[in-house]
């Protein structure tokens, strides 16, 4: 499951987030997502992380016709890495591609897909502390739909979980909506399907709870459900119908993504809002309380956007080290940050264009050091220098010479993004220039070779 190698684009190319606020109080790290758009796939696009100034750190081209999706940190055999899914996708929001697991340098490590060599869909991407990851994929099968107003040799999208050993490949639990959700509890029409699969479920986030079990979202239901993570089984169901647990004000969910348990049957829900991919209510992330002793889901707290955004599809929510939560709105197009106490604290818009969005977002530390060094490229009257995916960067010194071994300071600048570029004099011109990265306190942390500089 090799990549297919896709040429760097013009820094300048780069769709890039529009960052709007940002005010003390915001949590370290930067941000890791994937701008793109199913409408504008000719457009360069891919696995992105960038800094608070929406400057590009790192970045992955992808062959058009491919998207990224869970561009984020997590780790494998006790390493930090860089994980994301890649493949197709269709405008129903259903993925067919490979997860990929990357080191520090950004190698790939590892790359897999489900049991049997399916595609795995673009939705989740969770690696556990067991060396497992945690996994989503979209299934076409027979069906009779009868039951639900369709037709009788009907086809039903079976939104599938498995938890794969990433080193050996083996698959250690399957879990089949459609065998453990009956098809009347969608609240999708199976009209809307026309003459292609029924998604009843559209699952879209798995998370694991503070018992080991799992809890996964599904839209198509509007409800999480708790799962056994041995047998599958549905422990019980959280949602606007067929509720294991009567919803107390504020517990209804609307179209949700991405439910993650918090601790002490607390699970914090990114709620949409929306009806069936259109705006609607505005969306909200929303902490709800299933005490399955009292059989009740009650409300503990919400945020909302002060300009009361409405996301159709798509988004997620974080909570970070500090207390603060990171929003990705999804298909609203906005990533924000939150105080513990609901203040607005950053803020930032998604490229613009049509349909430019990322489906998750996150904020995360990540000390990245490519396995090949910086590179001085002279373009025109320019000196760019080109280190992709190194953070640390405080600094470019620009060293110029006749010959190798006299080459002196001649310039300094600040890094802005992977490929920095600097003005190239006409008193340089002639010889040779190299570029170093300088960290906060100066030392350099890695050195281009030297290039010559035509007249």
């Known amino acids: 499951m090799t990549q297919t190698t896709v040429p760097m684009p013009p820094y300048e190319e780069i769709r890039r987030i529009n960052v709007t606020l940002r005010r003390p109080g915001v949590a370290p790290g930067y941000l890791f997502m994937s701008p793109q758009s199913i409408l504008e796939p ?4 891919g696995p992105q992380i960038a800094d608070d100034q929406g400057r590009v750190v790192w970045f992955l081209p992808v062959p058009e016709g491919q998207y990224a999706t869970n561009v984020r940190v997590q780790e494998y055999q006790g390493n930090p890495v860089l994980t994301w899914w890649q493949g197709e996708a269709t405008r129903t929001g259903a993925g067919t591609g490979t997860c990929y697991i990357a080191d520090t340098a950004y190698r790939v490590i590892a790359a897999f897909r489900m049991g049997g060599d399916m595609p795995v869909d673009l939705h989740e991407l969770l690696l556990t502390d067991r060396g497992t990851a945690l996994v989503v994929g979209y299934h076409p099968k027979p069906c009779d739909l009868t039951p639900v107003g369709g037709r009788e040799d009907g086809v039903i999208l079976d939104s599938v979980v498995e938890e794969i050993d990433v080193a050996t490949g083996e698959v250690l639990l399957h879990w089949s909506g459609a065998e453990h959700i009956p098809l009347n509890e969608s609240d999708v029409p199976v009209q809307l399907a026309g003459d292609g699969p029924w998604d009843h479920l559209h ?16 839209r198509g239901s509007q409800a999480f459900y708790k799962l056994d993570r041995h047998t599958g089984e549905v422990l019980w169901k959280l949602g606007s119908g067929a509720s294991t647990f009567v919803l107390g004000v504020g517990a209804r969910l609307n179209w949700p993504h991405d439910a993650q348990p918090v601790g002490g049957g607390v699970h914090r829900v ?70 513990p106490d609901g203040e607005l604290l950053f803020d930032a818009t998604t490229p613009e264009g049509p349909g430019w969005t990322t489906y998750r977002v996150f904020r995360q530390e990540w000390h990245g050091r490519p396995a090949t060094p910086p590179e001085a490229v002279v373009e025109g009257d320019l000196v760019r220098a080109v280190w992709n995916g190194a953070t640390g960067v405080v600094r470019w010194r620009l ?39 300088l960290d906060a306190d100066g030392r350099t942390i890695g050195a281009s070779p030297a290039v010559p500089v035509g007249r």
């Open 270 to 339: 990114f709620d949409n809002g929306a009806n069936i991919g259109m705006e609607g209510y505005e969306s909200r992330v929303v902490w709800l309380h299933a005490d399955t002793e009292s059989g009740v889901a009650t409300h503990v707290k919400q945020i909302t956007h002060p300009e009361h955004l409405s996301s159709s599809v798509e988004g997620n929510a974080e909570e970070l080290p500090n207390g603060n939560t990171l929003v990705g709105w999804g298909r609203a197009g906005r990533i924000s940050e939150f105080s």
């Open 203 to 218: 699952v879209n986030g798995i998370g694991v709870d503070d018992d080991e079990n799992l809890v996964v979202t599904a």
């Open 399 to 437: 060293l110029a010479g006749s010959a190798e071994e006299s080459l002196r300071e001649a310039e300094m600048v600040d890094w802005d993004g992977f490929d920095t570029a600097t003005k190239l004099t006409e008193a340089l011109r002639g010889g040779l220039v190299k570029v170093e990265a």
């Open 42 to 45: 000719a457009v360069p696009h």
